[in-house]
């Protein structure tokens, strides 16, 4: 056993038993301040970059590295749970180890879980329209669609406006509606910019999405969404096989008065719930760590004799 011990000196997890290790024979049970404050910023730490990785423009621009390092963060859980078992075989305070084990594994749970969501409802969209560009005074009636392809925000010239006469809507369960940007009253050769919106429109009121009822409206903000652009274009073949009209390269954007000021919200909106979920798991995992302290000390969690495993 004691050649054992000595081997076991030079594994680098021998540091963190150092901490956490209560011989089972002690009577009187003394908190161990330093495995306290382990217990709590361990798994606030891996909660933290985690939450950071899954959220913001790591998560968007290298998606590969992002679950590489929720791997480590797991490397993380597993040899918190390793130190459990190993506590438990050599009869020692298992405790903390357990505790960490626990909490290292809710917080990797967490971490992705709220990372994704903040990603998908906020960062994602606001990466998606700075990774294109904004173009200012465009002449709906004399520009193609295909000379802005790389489009994320549009401001287009005093007077443009949406042609109701026009519009239509493809339901699939939802309604997807669309309706031309024009100016003045010529017919256009091709009709490529779209305002567009979901359960917003029907056949007795016509188009009724986003700011239509804003006079001054003239801005566009790009819908990035593949699967909503399939039926936004098929709604516009049916606008061109019903009103005799012809669509080149449709480009499809959501009406609003001030699509920047959108964009600022998505980014702030991301901020925002990185901040306030931080917060939160730090009062959570502070509260797990003093319940289990309070355990610990007064009502003897893990009683001093265990059963030996191995």
């Known amino acids: 056993m004691r050649n054992e011990d000595q081997m076991r000196d030079g594994f680098s997890y021998k540091a963190l038993q150092h901490f956490f290790a209560e011989k089972s024979g002690t009577r009187r049970r003394r908190l161990n301040v330093m495995a306290t404050l382990i217990s709590f910023f361990v798994p606030w730490f891996l909660f933290t970059a985690l939450f950071a990785v899954f959220s913001f423009d790591i998560h968007y621009d290298y998606s590969l590295l992002a679950w590489l390092l929720a791997l480590v963060g797991l490397a993380v859980v597993g040899m918190f749970s390793y130190l459990s078992y190993d506590a438990l075989r050599m009869n020692r305070e298992p405790t903390w180890h357990i505790f960490l084990a626990a909490t290292c594994l809710i917080a990797w749970l967490a971490a992705i879980g709220l990372g994704g969501l903040n990603f998908t409802n906020h960062m994602n969209n606001y990466y998606d329209v700075k990774s294109l560009h904004t173009y200012t005074n465009v002449d709906p009636t004399s520009t193609l669609g295909s000379t802005y392809m790389d489009m994320g925000l549009i401001q287009f010239v005093d007077g443009a406006y949406i042609d109701q006469a026009h519009s239509m809507s493809f339901k699939d369960g939802t309604y997807y509606c669309v309706a031309p940007i024009t100016q003045g009253t010529m017919e256009l050769a091709s009709y490529d910019w779209w305002a567009v ?114």
């Open 197 to 310: 919106g979901k359960d917003c429109c029907n056949s007795e009121s016509g188009f009724k999405c986003g700011d239509y009822n804003v006079k001054t409206t003239r801005e566009g903000l790009r819908i990035m969404n593949n699967q909503d652009r399939q039926y936004f274009r098929l709604a516009v073949e049916q606008a061109e096989a019903g009103y005799d009209i012809h669509s080149s390269h449709p480009i499809f954007f959501e009406w609003m008065e001030d699509a920047s000021t959108q964009v600022e919200t998505w980014h702030q909106s991301g901020i925002d719930f990185y901040q306030y979920g931080v917060i939160c798991f730090a009062a959570f995992q502070a509260l797990l760590v003093f319940g289990t302290a309070v355990a610990y000390v007064k009502f003897k969690l893990f009683p001093a004799q265990y059963t030996q495993i191995g």
